[in-house]
């Protein structure tokens, strides 16, 4: 399998603080990957970094095709009173096949209301934003992932504020993506959740801890939270290695 997106070296500092350190690492095309780690490990961060929002201070982040990842970010992170309908939101995710100032046809709009059928939200097309629960605002940027159909998927956080059956549902969607061969990368806090459904799973804390097959990195126990932040996030010059299928991963 050929690598989708390629990590050389990344660093990103938030004005004097380091978010993130020397991480190196691959996606491979079609994979399934949970980031996992801590709060305050550099989830958000890397996935940021992946979109080109963050700029690394040091080191460089390749993706084989740019132009087409959907991403769905910390919805902490939106503006939920702008004044638009649930409908108008999942149709901005054509923007990339229509751009600035084409017109989003009849079939547009026919496919976004299949995408929030999808998402159980028929019957919300009109509807402002602000107007939704949090866990309904959740599937509203699922549907809007869904129309922009993108061979890479960058999800984080995705389960904020969903029931068990809305959890349940938006899986399967992550799971119907891998078996299309669609690369996804999701920020999750569920060790559960990761050992069931991912694959593959890259662990953070500041530094890369491991990433590869989720079974190793639990024999490992490097999927397990309970460790102090402090043990977990050396300084630069600490960093430790830890060997995966061959190979050291700082």
Not at 2 to 18: D, F, K, P, W
Not at 30 to 56: E, F, Q, V
Not at 115 to 123: H, K, P
């Amino acid at each position: 399998m050929s690598c989708q997106i390629t990590l050389e070296n990344l660093s990103v500092r938030y004005g004097h603080a380091v978010a993130l350190h020397d991480i190196s690492g691959s996606f491979q095309a079609g994979s399934l990957t949970a980031i996992a780690g801590p709060n305050g490990a550099g989830k958000s961060t890397l996935l940021k970094a992946i979109m080109g929002i963050l700029k690394p201070s040091t080191g460089r982040v390749e993706i084989a095709d740019r132009a087409n990842i959907a991403y769905l970010p910390q919805t902490a992170n939106l503006q939920r009173d702008f004044p638009i309908s649930v409908l108008q939101c999942v149709a901005a995710g054509f923007w990339g096949r229509v751009g600035v100032t084409g017109a989003i046809t009849p079939e547009l709009f026919e496919q976004a209301q299949h995408a929030l059928a999808e998402v159980g939200l028929e019957g919300f097309e009109n509807r402002q934003i602000a107007e939704l629960s949090g866990g309904q605002f959740q599937r509203l940027l699922f549907a809007r992932v869904i129309v922009q159909d993108a061979p890479i998927v960058l999800l984080d956080e995705p389960f904020a504020s969903v029931d068990a059956a809305t959890t349940n549902r938006l899986i399967q969607l992550i799971l119907g993506w891998h078996r299309q061969g669609r690369t996804v990368v999701c920020v999750l806090h569920d060790l559960l959740l990761i050992q069931k459904y991912f694959p593959d799973s890259f662990v953070l804390a500041g530094k890369c801890l491991g990433h590869g097959h989720t079974h190793n990195l639990l024999e490992q126990k490097l999927l397990s939270f309970d460790l102090d932040m402090a043990e977990l996030c050396p300084g630069p010059d600490d960093a430790a290695h830890v060997k995966h299928d061959g190979h050291d991963h700082a």
